[in-house]
């Protein structure tokens, strides 16, 4: 079974920055991409970033130039670099995991959570 385990929210004043971390256990495809997704407060789960086992990444462009997606393959652990944070920013921060197999099944795990809140 796979767990996701996220950590590094918290409180920031407007202009600040975070890192968050999420690290993947149990058996885990070598064909996957990792990101993260984020959830404020009435509103739907929206995507933020993801990076694939190969290094690929994709951005939305509400965090394109501040956010930065990097990943540790031999720790199978993510990071979420947020610089410039907004107070719109604020919300839970999900991490997700997608994962084929090789007779190409897709898998999705997600994490906990973890709480940015982004003073202004």
């Known amino acids: 079974q796979v767990q996701l385990v996220e950590s590094g929210g918290g409180l920031v004043q407007a202009g600040g920055s975070l890192r968050l971390s999420c690290a993947a256990s149990?058996?885990?495809?070598?064909?996957?991409?990792m990101g993260w997704y984020r959830q404020a407060p009435g509103k739907q789960r929206e995507f933020v970033t993801t990076?694939?086992?190969?290094?690929?990444?994709n951005y939305a462009d509400s965090v394109k130039g501040r956010f930065t997606i990097s990943r540790d393959n031999a720790k199978n652990t993510v990071y979420l670099q947020m610089n410039s944070l907004k107070p719109e920013d604020t919300a839970a921060y999900y991490c997700?995991?997608?994962?084929?197999?090789?007779?190409?099944?897709?898998?999705?795990?997600w994490g906990q959570g973890t709480q940015v809140t982004v003073s202004s």
């Open positions: 997700n995991l997608v994962a084929i197999s090789r007779s190409g099944l897709k898998y999705t795990y």
């Open positions: 149990g058996s885990i495809f070598s064909n996957n991409a």
């Open positions: 990076i694939t086992s190969g290094g690929s990444t």
